[in-house]
């Protein structure tokens, strides 16, 4: 659709009688659906980039599906998780594919670790190091799943824990992976996932997926991308974290182990007696574990700076040895791979592994690129990483410079790649710089749109003044306290949100010690479930009998996670979740600002505060029936000259500044059950 011909379709669609309201019962016309609608057509018309934050509520999925659909055009969509992909695919898409009446073949594509890889269940299968009975009654569930599903996708198996041990043993990587050599190769999930991306108009993604491709090009996306002329990423405030992780370098002593397992393996199942495969695989394998030892015992989740020749605290000697050590054990295992090759294409594909670890154990060795920065994340295992500081060189590079002639019409003329960014949070100023700088997008136009929502009738923020300093001992004790006694008033509906797992371990062990045994609340704690279990408990609250729910969770639980309802009442936030100054990263980025004359804090550590504090919060209202209170347990925000600019990212709740006034909330809160009408819109 030339021109301005796709603003009018658009316009009708959310118009009041269009065909959205007649495709969903609940829908009704919103001014800032709309203007966002018509933007993401503009830009799909015109080319070019576009970000847009909108609001909680705006319904920003039917604000860019809609003009991506009626344009015609190849669409890609890429989302934040695999469970967002899912939900886009199985219900946002049918629902409005139906609505319009198009003839539109859609395609969900995740990565590799998603689908089941049929070679590798025959290898587990015969592997006798199972870790124990669940296992091999899981691996039984999973073979008798194998027989049935199209798709390959894990994600259809139900009751298959996420974290389970058994998904690496069938699954592949883009490191064991045979590709055409495998002897499954024709029956492959991840292949027909591919061939249906290719052959689809809409194709649904997400951010590790697109990343993972534009470092490694093995994901399929080389060949997608370019016959993409609309390419949209939701959840876009993930994209520059997400982007780093891929766009570096990485070495970790779990994928060499993995490694040595597979070599002793393949070498004893096809090549017995030809060469030391126990041998060999002993060398690789105690070349990383001595690795991991120079490191010492360090607590889990460690991050420690690796600016000189040596991460902090390893000695350089040691240090340089595990490396050469690593790079010996893997050039050994090439020379005897080497000599059996042509018996089977594992050997080859090993061959190629074992190469890939001796060359990033010497790039290692050597100095880090100019412009990123180097760490080792310690846990049971190490992981060597050197990351850029931000996407924006890759995204300027390898997105917005499309190769000329790439978007040629059909009648020859080039129209420019679309590209559609957005979120509910982007940042805290008008031009949404906290996104738009680390993500090469400054020229980018871009749109706020603000949510529908009553705040201030909705829902109001404490700080509470009375509280220690959130750097005092008693801090984590005094907010499970408050945490507790608001929940005990509201029969549960409260989730608390803390910055770091040991405020998170604390606050659930001391909201367990008070409730346990008293039938009163149940006390959820991230980790004890899975992530998905944890929030279907949260949901069904106090019904059925059951108590009612306080969770208590950080980081993957600041976004992404929706509770309508009344379910939901009561956010509690212990801290102000600035980045933490003894990141690696947070300090190169730091460093580059302070290089530049600019502030390290006022443009950086307090934006990032901001953001991350407006996801924690946009938890409570969820939708226009939705009642609720957030209470930020940090004085600072009350107190400090930066607290003024942190409240201003917040939703305009209205304040509630004492004790009597917050008892008096949750009396309000706990009288009153919100309607649990779902407006249908996402």
Same mark, same amino acid.
């Not at 591919?194 to 108009?201: F, I, Y």
């Not at 412009?371 to 390898?398: C, F, N, T, Y």
């Not at 509470?464 to 907010?479: C, F, I, K, T, Y």
């Not at 549960?492 to 659930?508: D, E, H, N, P």
């Given at each position: 659709?030339?021109?301005?011909?796709?603003?009018?379709?658009?316009?009708?669609?959310?118009?009041?009688?269009?065909?959205?309201?007649?495709?969903?019962?609940?829908?009704?016309?919103?001014?800032?659906?709309?203007?966002?609608?018509?933007?993401?057509? !503009?830009?799909?018309?015109?080319?070019?980039?576009?970000?847009?934050?909108?609001?909680?509520?705006?319904? &920003?999925?039917?604000?860019?599906?809609?003009?991506?659909? #009626?344009?015609?055009?190849?669409?890609?969509?890429?989302?934040?998780?695999?469970?967002?992909? @899912?939900?886009?695919?199985?219900? $946002?898409?049918?629902?409005?594919?139906?609505?319009?009446?198009?003839?539109?073949? &859609? =395609?969900?594509?995740?990565?590799?670790?998603?689908?089941?890889?049929?070679?590798?269940?025959?290898?587990?299968?015969?592997?006798?190091?199972?870790?124990?009975?669940? =296992?091999?009654?899981?691996?039984?569930?999973?073979?008798?799943?194998?027989?049935?599903?199209?798709?390959? @996708?894990?994600?259809?198996?139900?009751?298959?824990?996420?974290?389970?041990?058994?998904?690496?043993?069938?699954?592949?990587?883009?490191?064991?992976?045979?590709?055409?050599?495998?002897? &499954?190769?024709?029956?492959?999930?991840?292949?027909?996932?591919?061939?249906? =991306?290719?052959?689809?108009?809409?194709?649904?993604?997400?951010?590790?997926?697109?990343?993972?491709?534009?470092?490694?090009?093995?994901?399929?996306?080389?060949?997608?991308?370019?016959?993409?002329?609309?390419?949209?990423?939701?959840?876009?405030?993930?994209?520059?974290?997400?982007?780093?992780?891929?766009?570096?370098?990485?070495? +970790?002593?779990?994928?060499?182990?993995?490694?040595?397992?597979?070599?002793?393996?393949?070498?004893?199942?096809?090549?017995?007696?030809?060469?030391?495969?126990?041998?060999?695989?002993?060398?690789?394998?105690?070349?990383?574990?001595?690795?991991?030892?120079?490191?010492?015992?360090?607590?889990?989740?460690?991050?420690?700076?690796?600016?000189? =020749?040596?991460?902090?605290?390893?000695?350089?000697?040691?240090?340089?040895? +595990?490396?050469?050590?690593?790079?010996?054990?893997?050039?050994?295992?090439?020379?005897?791979?080497?000599?059996?090759?042509?018996?089977?294409?594992?050997?080859?594909?090993?061959?190629?592994?074992?190469?890939?670890?001796?060359?990033?154990?010497?790039?290692?060795?050597?100095?880090?690129?100019?412009?990123?920065?180097?760490?080792?994340?310690?846990?049971?295992?190490?992981?060597?990483?050197?990351?850029?500081? $931000?996407?924006?060189?890759?995204?300027?590079? &390898? #997105?917005?410079?499309?190769?000329?002639?790439?978007?040629?019409?059909?009648?020859?003329?080039?129209?420019?790649?679309?590209?559609?960014?957005?979120?509910?949070?982007?940042?805290?100023?008008?031009?949404?710089?906290?996104?738009?700088?680390?993500?090469?997008?400054?020229?980018?136009?871009?749109?706020?749109?603000?949510?529908?929502?009553?705040?201030?009738?909705?829902?109001?923020?404490?700080?509470?003044?009375?509280?220690?300093?959130?750097?005092?001992?008693?801090?984590?004790?005094?907010?499970?306290?408050?945490?507790?006694?608001?929940?005990?008033?509201?029969?549960?509906?409260?989730?608390?949100?803390?910055?770091?797992?040991?405020?998170?371990?604390?606050?659930?062990?001391?909201?367990?010690?008070?409730?346990?045994?008293?039938?009163?609340?149940?006390?959820?704690?991230?980790?004890?479930?899975?992530?998905?279990?944890?929030?279907?408990?949260?949901?069904?609250?106090?019904?059925?009998?059951?108590?009612?729910?306080?969770?208590?969770?950080?980081?993957?639980?600041?976004?992404?996670?929706?509770?309508?309802? $009344?379910?939901?009442?009561?956010?509690?936030?212990?801290?102000?979740?600035?980045?933490?100054?003894?990141?690696?990263?947070?300090?190169?980025?730091?460093?580059?600002?302070?290089?530049?004359?600019?502030?390290?804090?006022?443009?950086?550590?307090?934006?990032?505060?901001?953001?991350?504090?407006?996801?924690?919060? +946009?938890?409570?209202?969820?939708?226009?029936? @939705?009642?609720?209170? #957030?209470?930020?347990?940090?004085?600072?925000?009350?107190?400090?000259?930066?607290? !003024?600019?942190?409240?201003?990212?917040?939703?305009?709740?209205?304040?509630?500044?004492?004790?009597?006034?917050?008892?008096?909330?949750?009396?309000?809160?706990?009288?009153?059950?919100?309607?649990?009408?779902?407006?249908?819109?996402?």
């Amino acid at each position: 659709m030339p021109g301005q011909l796709l603003a009018g379709p658009v316009h009708e669609a959310f118009a009041p009688g269009g065909v959205l309201s007649r495709a969903a019962e609940q829908f009704r016309p919103r001014a800032a659906q709309t203007d966002m609608a018509l933007a993401v057509a !503009r830009t799909i018309e015109d080319g070019g980039a576009l970000v847009v934050e909108a609001g909680t509520g705006v319904g &920003k999925t039917f604000s860019y599906l809609v003009p991506a659909l #009626l344009s015609g055009e190849r669409v890609l969509l890429s989302t934040a998780t695999k469970t967002l992909q @899912d939900q886009l695919f199985g219900r $946002d898409l049918p629902r409005l594919i139906e609505a319009l009446g198009l003839p539109v073949r &859609k =395609a969900l594509l995740k990565g590799r670790g998603s689908y089941l890889c049929l070679q590798r269940l025959e290898l587990a299968r015969r592997d006798a190091t199972l870790p124990d009975r669940s =296992a091999i009654r899981a691996l039984a569930r999973i073979e008798e799943w194998s027989q049935s599903t199209r798709t390959g @996708d894990l994600a259809e198996l139900p009751g298959l824990d996420e974290r389970s041990p058994l998904i690496p043993l069938v699954t592949s990587t883009r490191e064991n992976c045979l590709g055409s050599q495998c002897p &499954k190769f024709r029956q492959c999930h991840v292949n027909l996932a591919r061939r249906e =991306a290719l052959a689809a108009d809409v194709v649904v993604i997400n951010h590790h997926l697109f990343f993972a491709d534009l470092a490694v090009r093995e994901s399929g996306m080389a060949e997608l991308l370019p016959t993409v002329r609309v390419a949209i990423f939701d959840e876009a405030h993930q994209l520059n974290e997400t982007g780093v992780q891929f766009l570096g370098r990485q070495l +970790g002593t779990g994928q060499v182990l993995d490694f040595a397992r597979d070599l002793l393996a393949a070498g004893l199942q096809l090549a017995r007696g030809l060469a030391d495969w126990q041998g060999v695989a002993a060398a690789v394998e105690r070349a990383a574990r001595d690795l991991r030892l120079t490191v010492g015992r360090r607590a889990a989740g460690v991050r420690l700076r690796w600016a000189d =020749a040596a991460p902090d605290g390893v000695d350089p000697g040691n240090w340089r040895d +595990g490396l050469e050590q690593l790079q010996l054990a893997s050039t050994q295992a090439m020379e005897a791979l080497d000599t059996v090759s042509e018996l089977a294409p594992d050997f080859v594909r090993l061959y190629e592994r074992a190469a890939d670890i001796a060359e990033r154990a010497e790039r290692f060795a050597g100095a880090c690129e100019p412009g990123a920065v180097r760490w080792v994340d310690v846990g049971a295992q190490l992981r060597l990483v050197e990351s850029p500081l $931000d996407i924006a060189q890759a995204v300027q590079e &390898k #997105l917005l410079k499309a190769a000329p002639g790439e978007d040629a019409g059909s009648a020859g003329e080039t129209r420019s790649r679309a590209w559609i960014f957005t979120s509910a949070t982007l940042g805290d100023d008008e031009r949404l710089s906290w996104f738009t700088e680390p993500c090469g997008l400054e020229a980018a136009e871009v749109l706020r749109v603000g949510s529908p929502f009553d705040y201030a009738a909705q829902a109001a923020v404490y700080v509470p003044r009375e509280l220690a300093r959130p750097n005092d001992p008693a801090h984590s004790e005094q907010v499970a306290s408050l945490a507790a006694d608001a929940a005990a008033r509201l029969g549960g509906r409260t989730m608390v949100l803390t910055t770091t797992l040991r405020a998170l371990r604390t606050i659930g062990e001391a909201l367990q010690r008070r409730f346990d045994g008293s039938g009163e609340l149940e006390i959820l704690v991230q980790g004890q479930w899975p992530k998905r279990r944890l929030i279907e408990r949260f949901r069904e609250g106090s019904t059925a009998g059951r108590p009612g729910c306080v969770l208590v969770a950080s980081a993957s639980f600041w976004e992404g996670v929706d509770v309508p309802g $009344d379910a939901l009442q009561l956010v509690v936030i212990d801290k102000l979740p600035f980045p933490p100054p003894g990141d690696p990263l947070v300090e190169a980025r730091a460093q580059r600002l302070q290089s530049q004359g600019r502030s390290p804090f006022n443009d950086y550590f307090v934006p990032e505060a901001a953001v991350a504090l407006k996801q924690g919060a +946009g938890r409570l209202i969820r939708r226009e029936s @939705d009642r609720g209170m #957030l209470v930020v347990c940090d004085t600072r925000l009350a107190t400090m000259g930066y607290g !003024r600019r942190l409240l201003a990212a917040l939703p305009p709740m209205r304040r509630v500044a004492t004790r009597e006034e917050f008892a008096a909330v949750l009396e309000e809160l706990a009288a009153t059950r919100s309607a649990t009408t779902d407006p249908a819109l996402t």
